[in-house]
């Protein structure tokens, strides 16, 4: 079955930089975009950042453009999201998204509904 994976998160302190992971299975991606989303204590999951099949094209969430970059790597079938910068308020459980439905380069799918196959989340957690 199709299995998506996170890794990365961490406990760290205002500004610092994390790295996360997404190891997808059981199917390849290397055609369809893939997505970051998170979801703090008591608040809906939002939409962090996408990046088209070929890695192209990346849309992200207004408050972290600058400080966060999603890339891709399809030979690994893997998805990643470089986050500097960090601030209290970007502490939340990041989930990692695919979708098996084909979009053009130029589309940025940024709805939860959008997407079918979800990890099971990694947590970050910056302090002030």
């Known amino acids: 079955q199709v299995q998506l994976v996170e890794s990365g998160g961490g406990l760290v302190q205002a500004g610092a930089s994390l790295r996360l992971s997404c190891a997808a299975s059981g199917r390849s991606f290397s055609s369809y975009p893939m997505a970051w989303f998170r979801q703090a204590p008591g608040k809906e999951r939002e939409f962090v950042a996408t990046?088209?099949?070929?890695?192209?094209?990346?849309y992200y969430l207004d408050s972290v453009k600058g400080r966060f970059t999603i890339s891709r790597d399809n030979a690994k079938n893997a998805v990643y999201l470089q986050m500097n910068g960090l601030k209290p308020e970007d502490t939340a459980v990041y989930y990692c998204a695919a979708t098996s439905t084909y979009y053009s380069e130029t589309y940025h799918a940024i709805g939860r509904r959008e997407y079918d196959y979800w990890g099971q989340g990694t947590q970050v957690t910056v302090s002030s």
């Open positions: 990046i088209s099949w070929s890695g192209g094209s990346t």
